[in-house]
Nanobody
Framework: QVQLVESGGKLVQAGDSLRLSCAAS????????MGWFRQAPGKEREFVAA????????YYATSVKGRFTISRDNAKNTVYLQMNNLKPEDTAVYYC??????????????????WGQGIQVTVSS
């Protein structure tokens, strides 16, 4: 069982940067692949980024590639999402997710067993 708690969301202006954190409970964090997803108002939740167990492999949605960076610190049981050059269309509730399949990245929500409660990021124009 893993519990995930996101933090760092807030209201920012277009072009700003923001870093989200997701703290995980449990002793086996390093054996989980991690992902970030987001849900904008009136839209379905979508994949943003994923990272494998040791942080070496990452994958991004086309819409955020080159602007967002996912990373993890297994010593701190934390995964991060650094978001640069934010745009109004990045406004959404951001969720982190975990799954005990450490090596293979996945963009599919149903592949992830554990989810955080979500945190709001609002980007004003």
């Amino acid at each position: 069982q893993v519990q995930l708690v996101e933090s760092g969301g807030k209201l920012v202006q277009a072009g700003d940067s923001l870093r989200l954190s997701c703290a995980a409970s449990g002793r086996t964090f390093s054996s989980y692949r991690m992902g970030w997803f987001r849900q904008a108002p009136g839209k379905e939740r979508e994949f943003v980024a994923a990272v494998n167990w040791n942080g070496v492999s990452t994958y991004y949605a086309t819409s955020v590639k080159g602007r967002f960076t996912i990373s993890r610190d297994n010593a701190k049981n934390t995964v991060y999402l650094q978001m640069n050059n934010l745009k109004p269309e990045d406004t959404a509730v951001y969720y982190c997710a975990a799954d005990p399949t450490p090596w293979i990245l996945s963009t599919l929500q149903f592949k992830y067993d554990y989810w955080g409660q979500g945190i709001q990021v609002t980007v004003s124009s």
